[in-house]
């Protein structure tokens, strides 16, 4: 490896040599990151693998238009002291969305004629197969090679487990075979057998070791060992079905990859079938349902997908999950138990829920002592009492849900709930808005419940991300004053030496949760604006508003403008595609409410909120422009379109304004088409756009 420091000082630098370095200094710090964490192997001392972080901090202080988005700051700088190292997946491990019912797979398949402009009776080639119950795991070959393995993690960086993923059994050291690419991800579930998980179980209770509450936990578990060879004594497997990083193409749909990834020494899923049309995928669902029993393994569910990569590629993802699969989930799972209590927990905005404190019952593997019973309607509606047994479902992952009520068994003089009508955590009042099913405390910044919420929101995985700070560690500073608000997280530094006194602490953990703390002052737009928690601004909503306004000092002023619901900046937020009044009014009034605006300023002083670049392409030649379309088009469906416009950089708008930059104009377009005529605003016909946009080829 070349060395990447120049003995230039970075005051003499200017911005290509710095932008230059940069990408250097980020080669060689994950160079020299692979061989400490994934291969125990460092080849430079921990002083000089410190000058290159610190070189390359300097230069983007100076220069922080150059940064870049894989630079080693955006990890926390902190090496591992033990446990796994950390892997970066270069091609990011997604979730998938669910159905529940049949309807859903429809809806399902309906969007995604829809979206590629199909037929709505078109066949499709669908892959349906089982959905394991286990944990996914990234494993990347080289030269056929097994040369690292990986957890999931939050998706983008997941732990190293090579060593231990080396001990199970049926996955190959070496391809198999031929044809398989230099390099290659082969993605799939790592699970336990249901007699292997007996078997464990009853060897842990002789041991007098915890037993695991399902295959699952009890795969998660081996597989996290810091010893690899508890888990070689643990008996796992391993299924492949999808792929990561690729240095060649394996093939052009899914059901001919399978049997590719079959051929190189991988157990692929069964039952699987390819299925044309909707009737096909529910069949093939209800026929695994009744083969559920007689597998090995747990499943909990089917999972269909776009059998053709061009369909997929051309559907994309939404959010963290591909637009092209979904899961079918299997019915929940039910069982009775008694309901001992009711607690109501306050949340982030206030929002009163009520929980049901059960008598512990397993329900489909797992054990389950609380569950939601949603809201005071629903209490109502079931009239739900303490006393009462209950019909308890879980579904996955979903939290616990009391479905009803068995009357026979109610005892006598049992009395209906009362919810109250005040805070159960201040005593503020707690009131109904008249058209919400929820009831909230009013006691806004004086009630500790909500405050501890935001700020768990506002450290959570989506929001500041910052580790080490968990839901514990909140409610413990919140108690003793050290903070109150979120800029305050930003000020514990000041403090480290207080916190490493603290019980449970200590000089090394102080020390850790600072460092991930700091490694947080510079903060994306979207996820601050995600972070502060306004009610019904998720993240899609955090990152359409990251886009339009660019900057935090213009969301703010626009927010600010738009106090006034008949001026052009409350039209604008309203024109945003995706943003309604019911969103529009929240955010505004987030923003124009005289504390929220305090804790914005004092944010502002302790952070860096990074300006939202286009996400994909800066350079491309709709970055940063509004673009509306109208009328129909014809090679592709509206929310194509629009996805396709977003991922150039391009903000898509619901009416066409002075600040629209172009107008597409599909057949029998109306009003749109003459006002875009009447501003002088550019338009262009569906053709003109696709060559525009550099897929010209596609008419
Ligand atoms: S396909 C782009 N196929 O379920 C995502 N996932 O709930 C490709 N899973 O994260 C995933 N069996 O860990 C796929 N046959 C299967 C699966 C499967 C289990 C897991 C996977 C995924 C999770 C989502």
Redesign the pocket.
Known sequence: MTRAMSRTPVEDLNRAEAAAELARLAAEIQHHDTLYYQQDDPEISDADYDALRRRNEAIEARFPDVILPESPSHRVGARPSAGFGEVAHSVP????S?AFADEDVAEFLARIRRFLNLAPEAALDILA????????LSLRYEAGELVQAAT?GDGTKGENVTANVRTVGDLPARLKGKGWPEAIEV???VFMRRDDFFALNARQEAAEAKAFANPRNAAAGSLRQLDAKVTASRPLHF?A??WGELSAPIGAGMWEIRQRLADWGFQV?EPASLCHDLDEVLAFYRATMAARADLAHD?DG??Y?IDSLALQERLGFVSR??RW?I?HKFPAEQAQTLLKAIDIQVGRTGALTPVARLEPITVGGVVVSNATLHNEDEIARKDVRVGDTVIVQRA?DVIPQVVSVVKDKRPKGSRKYKFPETCPVCQSHAVREPDEAVRRCTGGLICPAQAVERLKHFVGRNAFDIEGLGTKHIVAFWDDGLIETPADIFRLKAREAEIAAREGWGGKSAENLIASIEARRRVPLERFVYALGIRQVGQATAKLLALNYETLDAVIRSMNEAADPEGPAFGDLLNIDGIGPGVAAEIVGFFTEPHNREVLEDLQRELTVEAAKAPDDTDSPVAGKTVVFTGTLETMSRGEAKAGAESLGAKVAGSVSKKTDYVVVGADAGSKARKAADLGVTTLSEAEWLTLIGRGNLV
């Open positions: 491990m997604l979730s998938l669910n197969e089982a959905k394991i119950d286990g944990l996914s999931r993605r799939g579930e299924i079905y999808h899923n499943i089917v999972v997908k999950a591909p699969a899961a996955g």
